[in-house]
């Protein structure tokens, strides 16, 4: 058992419920409320120190008994120790929970998968839309035990809705140019793209 | 011209005669020029692509049949290779693309999830790109091997051979049947990519 969980019992009490051993790995639930302080401390105490969201994902289990639980993978890159937290969640209830993109930059996309994938809103996130399916995809959410295999829509109406999207409406083209990004790169970037490819200076300065 | 040869009587022959042969000649040199010169443009998206590459790389070298140069511009392809299974979200793209294409233009359907959905029976797939563009040669195979494209392609260079600039046929549908945007009527979209094998035991509830 992962001594980090001797340490968030401790600190939090009663918003940690219970902890297991599975191939190795812990994982530790926690109430729903108390997500995003039990991660700020994870993340920020110097002895747990888990620096790295690994994975942001969702499971659905076919026996409807069971809630619909939210996992998220931590690691400490220095303590090379791994921590797996879990939320549970009704499946058929508010699917809402504080989203940790202020903690972590990189669970942005992670979010707006499991957003898209199992309808799961989280609560703070910058830019919460569909990541996987396009964004006026109406039928639901797929990995959803409720959802059937083929979608909700005969196949001629799924193909009438894909032919009616506008493919450049996927990208736009601020999410591909870095043009905007250019201040915040690393000033080896910069200099590269300053000489451009071949070592010249370009001339759009 | 037309005129020109029709009032023309040769001896023992239909009117017709003389201006059918020149007919077969200029079919027979524009469908040679045009078999033998296929540009292909590939729209590799998944494991089949790969088999692809593997035919257009030295040991198979499809360039052998005058695929020598591969059009990275649907604006300078003459067949589209859709290599793959098609998701729902490709599906504008790839038809944006053949109607970018220059006629006169053919589409081959390479392996069993461009051609049917495969065993993606989901409801992200595509089941059988003909439901998005008008596809002329399907080659089965789960991927298919490079003889196997090939063979595809020589199918091709035969139906293209067979072709006429003069028989009144339009090369292609160009526009979607309707403001929908669909191809085919919706019936024959849902008849084609009905469900099969395992997934029978599965219906979509509504």
């Known amino acids: ?205 | 011209m037309k005129r020109v040869i029709e009032t023309k009587e040769v001896a023992g022959q239909s009117p017709n005669y003389l201006l059918a042969k020149f007919q077969d000649l200029i079919d027979w040199a524009v469908n040679s020029s045009r078999a033998n010169s296929l540009w292909p443009m590939p729209f590799g998206t998944a494991c089949c692509a790969i088999e692809f590459m593997a035919t257009a790389a030295s040991r198979y070298d499809f360039a052998r049949f005058g695929m020598e140069r591969q059009a990275y511009s649907p604006r300078q392809a003459d067949v589209l290779i859709c290599a793959g299974r098609l998701p729902f979200k490709l599906a504008p793209v790839i038809r944006r693309i053949y109607d970018q294409m220059t006629q006169p233009k053919w589409v081959i359907s390479m392996g069993a999830c461009a051609s049917t959905g495969g065993i993606f029976d989901n409801y992200a797939m595509v089941q059988g790109i003909d439901t998005i563009v008008p596809v002329d040669v399907y080659v089965p195979g789960c991927p298919p091997r490079p003889e196997g494209l090939l063979y595809g392609v020589l199918l091709l260079h035969k139906k293209i051979k067979g072709e006429s600039l003069f028989d009144g046929v339009p090369r292609r549908e160009e526009q979607p049947l309707d403001e929908r945007g669909l191809r085919l009527p919706p019936d024959q979209i849902d008849e084609i990519s009905e469900p099969f094998g395992n997934s029978v035991h599965q219906f979509r509830s509504t």
Request: some cysteine.
């Open chain 1, 1 to 205: 058992m992962n001594p980090s969980v001797d340490a968030l019992r401790a600190t939090f009490g009663n918003a940690i419920g219970r902890a297991l051993d599975s191939c190795g790995d812990t994982i530790v639930y926690v109430a729903r409320e108390q997500l995003l302080a039990v991660m700020a401390w994870l993340r920020d105490t110097p002895e747990q120190a888990y620096d790295y969201l690994v994975d942001v994902t969702a499971v659905e289990y076919r026996d409807r008994e069971r809630p619909l639980e939210l996992v998220y993978n931590l690691r400490s890159l220095a303590r090379r120790a791994d921590l797996r937290v879990k939320v549970t969640l009704d499946p058929r209830g508010d699917l809402t929970v504080d989203s940790v993109v202020p903690l972590w930059r990189g669970a942005d996309w992670l979010e707006r998968e499991a957003f898209d994938m199992f309808g799961v809103t989280f609560r703070g996130h910058p830019d919460l839309r569909r990541i996987l399916m396009w964004e006026t995809y109406a039928e639901g959410y797929p990995l959803r035990k409720d959802f059937p295999l083929r979608g909700r829509f005969s196949r001629a109406e799924q193909v009438r809705q894909a032919l009616a999207a506008n493919p450049e409406a996927h990208y736009s083209m601020e999410e591909l140019s870095i043009a905007e990004a250019y201040d915040e790169l690393p000033a080896d970037m910069k200099e590269r793209l300053r000489r451009g490819e071949r070592g010249t200076l370009p001339d759009f300065e």
